[in-house]
């Protein structure tokens, strides 16, 4: 029998490198204690200040406890009942009178695999593909790179091989010092201290740059500050003096990539000093980091936002899986191509599907086998996917006026007090399921350990 007073289990609801803590039942009604969950597989008992603060939203009095709805101008409570009800009626109003693509769904990255699983069934089994999640304004463009080029929009590795096996650490567009710190300190921090070696591509001296100590008279690591937007003639520049120098490995590029051909000819014309002086850093020392990366046993790229938030967010990345590619440095441990990702279930809520343009598990929407096999049976055919465009247009319609559905950290934010009703959605207290994280399938769980304890064997020294 279990005991209510137990510690739960429960993952951190902020970033995506998936903290693991054990919460339980404060003295006072409604508080929530805190406390490490030392086996937790990420962090093992380690959280950083908001992972620390997270209770906080636990007892915050503008919690929704209850459903509302609006009627004249103003938010009352509800009962379920009163609120499903309201949702089915909406819902066949509204694809009654103005078919199925009318209607938005939204799954929520702060929720389960399970609760986001459904949210796009329910929206397809309306017939619809107007379903999406908050990778739109995240990693949607990182997600479709690597789906197209390696048939799967996730990182590539887990932390725990690349805190073991990575020698270079070349993070474009990420500042995981502020934004992921436990995986900054827990496993690229100890790597560093093992010998690896930082490339950072960035244009601010952030947290990470402080983090690793990187300054100019820095032989080992780099900072490569370039021009806000240009990354793609920086990674050309990169890939043409990897081409240039034969630092390419021709072995992987037969055995494992097709289109290398194109991907020279595209270059041969490609002007590197100018593409230096547009980034706005010395080509020597974009030569130098390409040398770096290409030579290392084994080479890690990282990407964030700052690679996916841009017009040519799917070239940014698509520019670090090839050089990935034509060095072999993907496909074994402490290599690939790694999103660092915002939000806690972000990586699952896009694992099930939450996206207008893919089923679950990344198959596309226009695959009549692959509707056949998630749905088998289903009469409808699914709307076209949303362009963007329209999507966001449809977003702000709805929270003008529309009805909503549950999701979301279980508060009233401004936008919400625009919509005609609101449900309570759980936190991290209020429900039960899975999430998928960043790091991908965990290592040996006691790696790092055996490591501490001497029993690991040691990294190879750092290159150059
Ligand atoms: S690193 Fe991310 S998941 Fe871990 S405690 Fe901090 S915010 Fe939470």
């Known amino acids: 029998m279990s005991d209510e007073n137990e510690p739960v289990k429960t993952i951190c609801p902020y970033c995506g ?17 805190l406390k490490p969950w030392f086996d937790a597989p990420v962090n093992e008992g380690a959280l950083c200040i908001k992972g620390g603060a997270s209770t906080e939203v636990v007892n915050h009095d503008e919690r929704l406890k209850e459903p509302l709805i609006k009627e004249d101008g103003e938010f009352r409570e509800a009962t379920w009942e009163e609120a499903y009800d309201l949702i089915v009626s909406e819902l ?23 609760e986001n699983y459904l949210i796009q069934k329910l929206a397809r089994r309306y017939g619809t593909n107007n379903v999406d999640n908050c990778t739109r304004m995240c990693h949607a463009s990182t997600v479709w790179a690597l789906r197209t080029s390696l048939g799967m929009g996730a990182m590539t590795n887990s932390m725990q091989d690349l805190e073991d096996e990575a020698d270079v650490y070349w993070i474009q567009g990420a500042n995981p010092g502020e934004q992921h710190p436990i995986a900054n300190s827990q496993y690229f921090k100890q790597a560093v201290l093992e010998g690896a070696t930082v490339i950072q591509v960035d244009p601010h001296a952030n947290k990470t740059t402080r983090s690793f100590d990187i300054h100019d008279e820095d032989n080992r690591h780099m ?21 240039g120098n034969d630092w390419h490995d021709e072995e992987f590029i037969e055995e494992r990539t097709e289109g290398f051909e194109h991907l020279r000819e595209t270059l041969e014309d490609f002007d590197k000093e100018r593409a230096a002086e547009q980034c706005g850093v010395p080509l020597e020392d974009i030569e130098k980091a390409a040398e770096k990366y290409a030579k290392a046993n084994n080479a890690a790229i990282f990407t964030g936002m700052g690679m996916s938030q841009h017009r040519c967010g799917v070239d940014n990345v698509q520019n670090e899986i090839n050089l990935s590619l034509i060095t072999g440095n993907i496909g074994r441990p402490g290599t690939g191509v790694n999103p660092l990702r915002g939000q806690n279930n972000v990586q699952g809520t896009c694992d099930v599907g939450a996206m207008p343009n893919v089923l679950p598990g990344y198959q596309l929407v226009d695959d009549d086998e692959a509707r056949e096999r998630v749905d088998p049976g289903a009469v409808h055919h699914g709307g076209e996917p949303p362009d963007e465009r329209t999507g966001r247009q449809r977003g702000q319609a709805t929270l003008r006026g529309g009805t909503g559905l549950p999701g979301g950290p279980g ?5 919400d007090r625009e919509a005609r009703r609101r449900d309570p959605a759980g936190d991290l207290v209020g429900r039960a399921g899975r999430h998928g994280h960043q790091h991908g399938p965990p290592g040996p769980a006691d790696a790092r350990r055996r490591r501490r304890a001497g029993q690991h064997p040691p990294r190879p020294g750092h290159p150059l």
């Open 17 to 33: 490198v998936g903290c693991g803590l054990k919460l339980s039942p404060g003295e006072e009604e409604g508080d929530v204690r």
């Open 92 to 114: 066949e109003r509204i694809r009654e009178e103005y078919g199925p693509d009318a209607m938005g769904f939204f799954g929520s990255s702060k929720t389960m695999n399970e």
């Open 223 to 243: 900072h490569l500050q370039l021009e806000p937007g240009t990354d793609v003639p920086l990674l050309n520049a990169v890939i043409k003096t990897v081409l």
């Open 411 to 415: 508060h009233l934010h401004d936008r």
